[in-house]
């Protein structure tokens, strides 16, 4: 059984190496690495080049600038293994034998379409980890989309990063599932797509991501008006689109939540936009607040019960607030 890991690479001179070792040194060695140079500017794409001389399970494809999206897409046109894992290059995976122990999981459950496992945040000025929240006992079995979708709403946790999966290359390629070119935060659709056509899927507590952390440079640390009109547009696609999905009545209804879960984010950084933008945003939100009655999500049902009783505006302040006070835990 071969694995391809797929690896973007756009400005990650720095990173690159570690996270392409950590990959290299797994005692499961019937790997592929593909390095998608995405236009690189630094010296990346040299750095991909002397890798694979080091290494001839590592290929690389040069290609002009489509972002993220459209890296991870030509690398799985060109990937040859059974299943596919996708990584971000600045980040790296922890333990010589975890990709040992997910193959031994595919072949204890080889019914599912794809495997979730965990993530560690890696702050690297202090060479710290800490451990994202652990799956429900629920999802820890094979089980169907419709219920996972429900038990991880349920939980609070939704694991949206195309990195902690392990999928099964061919379905995947069936299915049609690809990620949205030009999108920030494309996990989130992809991953919904994923549950929503897959027959069985699992998920295990075992930490092997490691995820980089306060990296100024990176998609996620940009923000902004992009990464809000992104998030918004995400949510009303969803709206549109979520009677057509293949769903449980109850699943559906659990995916409501997920996107007020998503809208509270929307409302907390509202602030952030340009002031003469501010205002025509609350009132697109202000729209979509009937999402706060699906409260599965823990923390939508503790945002329902502040808007239900003081309304939209002292809910977005209590968001702020409560973002500002996380930010400062970190």
């Known amino acids: 059984m071969k694995i391809t890991f797929i690896l973007p690479v756009y400005k990650v001179e720095a990173y690159l190496r570690e996270c ?5 040194c797994q005692t499961y060695t019937d790997i592929e690495i593909v390095l998608v140079d995405d236009g690189s500017p630094d010296g990346s794409p040299e750095l991909c080049e002397q890798l694979t001389k080091e290494d001839n399970r590592i290929k690389v494809l040069h290609k002009h600038n489509g972002g993220l999206s459209d ?6 046109k060109i990937a040859t293994g059974d299943y596919v894992i996708f990584v971000d290059s ?7 034998d975890s990709l040992e122990k997910m193959v031994a999981l595919i072949g204890e459950y080889p019914d599912c379409h794809f495997y979730g496992f965990n993530c560690q945040y890696f702050y690297p000025e202090t060479n710290t980890y800490s451990k994202w929240v652990e799956y429900s006992n629920e999802v820890l079995v094979p089980l169907s989309g419709s219920s996972a979708m429900l038990s991880l709403v349920k939980s609070g946790t939704f694991p949206m990063s195309a990195c902690l999966k392990i999928i099964n290359r061919q379905w995947l390629s ?9 999108q920030i935060a494309e996990d989130i659709p992809w991953f919904i797509n994923l549950l929503d056509k897959c027959d069985k899927c699992l998920f295990i507590n075992k930490y092997i991501y490691a995820y980089r952390q306060n990296r100024a440079d990176s998609i996620t640390a940009s923000g902004g008006e992009r990464s809000f009109n ?3 547009d995400i949510i009303k696609t969803e709206l549109n689109i979520i009677d057509k999905r293949s769903f449980t009545p109850e699943a559906k209804d659990a995916l409501r939540s997920f996107l007020a879960y998503e809208l509270s984010i929307l409302i907390a950084g509202t602030c952030s936009l340009p002031k003469e933008k501010q205002s025509t945003a609350r009132r697109e939100l202000k729209q ?3 999402l706060l009655k699906y409260t599965q999500n823990p923390k939508v ?8 009783v003081f309304g939209y505006s002292a809910t977005e302040r209590v968001l702020r607030i409560y973002n500002w006070y996380r930010q400062r835990k970190k």
């Open 71 to 76: 890296a991870r897409n030509a690398g799985l």
């Open 230 to 232: 992104n998030l918004l």
């Open 288 to 290: 979509l607040c009937w």
């Open 174 to 182: 069936d299915m049609q599932i690809t990620f949205k070119l030009g």
């Open 301 to 308: 049902h503790m945002v329902s019960r502040v808007y239900n």
């Open 90 to 96: 600045d980040d790296f995976w922890i333990g010589k």
């Open 20 to 24: 392409v070792e950590s990959l290299t």
